[in-house]
C-alpha cells in the first residue's frame, strides 16, 4: 500500500519561507505525476503545484514566482519551498501523486495526510 508522509509546515510570520517534505513508501518519485495541494478553512482545496515525469513544473498564479516544486529521485523526496509566505498561504497542504502517466493529466490515487501551514501577519 503506498503511503505519502509530509512534514516541515508550522507557523511563520508572513514574509518568511518553509520547506515542506513528502516522503513516499511504496511510490518511487520521478516515475508519474506529482504534486502538492491545499485547503484553507472553509475553501476548497486547490491544487498549488504539480511536476511530470519530464520535470516540467505548473504552478497556480497565486504561487508563482514564490514557490518551488522540486524532486529528490535519488532519495525519494519531493519538496515544496515556499518563500514570501503570505497570510493567504495558510492551509493545510498535502502531497499526491498519480499511478500512472508520465504527464499531470488524470486524477491523483495517492494522498497523503497533509501539514498545518500558518503564515501571520
Known amino acids: 500500500q503506498v503511503q505519502l508522509v509530509e512534514s516541515g509546515g508550522g507557523s511563520v510570520q508572513a514574509g518568511n519561507s518553509l520547506k515542506l517534505t513528502c516522503a513516499p513508501f511504496?511510490?518511487?518519485?520521478?516515475?508519474?505525476?506529482m504534486g502538492w495541494f491545499r485547503q484553507a478553512p472553509g475553501k476548497d482545496r486547490e491544487q498549488v503545484a504539480t511536476?511530470?515525469?519530464?520535470?516540467?513544473?505548473e504552478y497556480i498564479d497565486s504561487v508563482q514566482g514564490r514557490f518551488t516544486i522540486a524532486e529528490d529521485v535519488a532519495g525519494n523526496k519531493l519538496y515544496l519551498t515556499m518563500d514570501y509566505l503570505k497570510p493567504e498561504d495558510t492551509a493545510i497542504y498535502t502531497c499526491?501523486?498519480?499511478?500512472?502517466?508520465?504527464?499531470?493529466?488524470?486524477?491523483?490515487?495517492?494522498w497523503g495526510q497533509g501539514t498545518q501551514v500558518t503564515v501571520s501577519p
Open positions: 511536476i511530470n515525469f519530464y520535470g516540467g513544473t
Open positions: 511504496r511510490y518511487s518519485v520521478g516515475t508519474t505525476c
Open positions: 499526491a501523486a498519480t499511478s500512472s502517466g508520465r504527464r499531470c493529466l488524470g486524477s491523483f490515487d495517492y
